[in-house]
């Protein structure tokens, strides 16, 4: 199949630019032209959107499966979030997070440094002053009297609770 504007072009019939040269490749048409290479450069991208497909299908087999899982714990609440965090020369920062929903009940908080250089390597993070509607993400230099500043660090967390 192909995905040009030129369909069919016999030799008899070729077509020519404004300077004469054939639109089919050399004198008598046989040789590959830009048609010819944009048809195939569509059809390895036709090729990799069916890829894509297959490969979107199997997320959503996934994320099914795990809605399935999670419909076993009917009484299980969960949230979670991403934000990044800035601050200058600190050995600690405290950063509040709101939920997206309140919980019923305080949850379990897991809070985590999600990818950081150098020396936030030396950094613990923990979740304080949870409440139904949100917590402080502390974060604290494990190394005394080390400071640094921070900016633009990922960190993540974790809600969930169970209801009765």
Known sequence: MRYTQHRHYPAEE?????????????????????ADAVDADLHTIAGHLGSLSTRVAEHTAHLT??????DQFPNLRLQ???????????????????????????????????????????????????????????????ATGADTAWNNIQVSWLALSLTG
């Open 14 to 34: 070729r077509h020519v630019d404004e300077a004469g040269a054939s639109l089919h490749g050399g004198h008598d048409g046989t040789q590959p032209v830009l």
């Open 65 to 70: 499966a795990v809605q399935a899982f999670i």
């Open 80 to 142: 979670t979030g991403r934000t990044t965090i800035t601050f200058a020369s600190a050995d600690a920062h405290s950063h509040r997070i709101t939920f997206p929903t309140p919980f019923a009940a305080v949850p379990v908080i897991v809070p985590n440094i999600d990818v950081a250089p150098a020396a936030t390597a030396r950094w613990d993070v923990r979740a304080i002053n949870a409440a139904t509607t949100g917590f402080t993400f502390f974060v604290y230099s494990n």
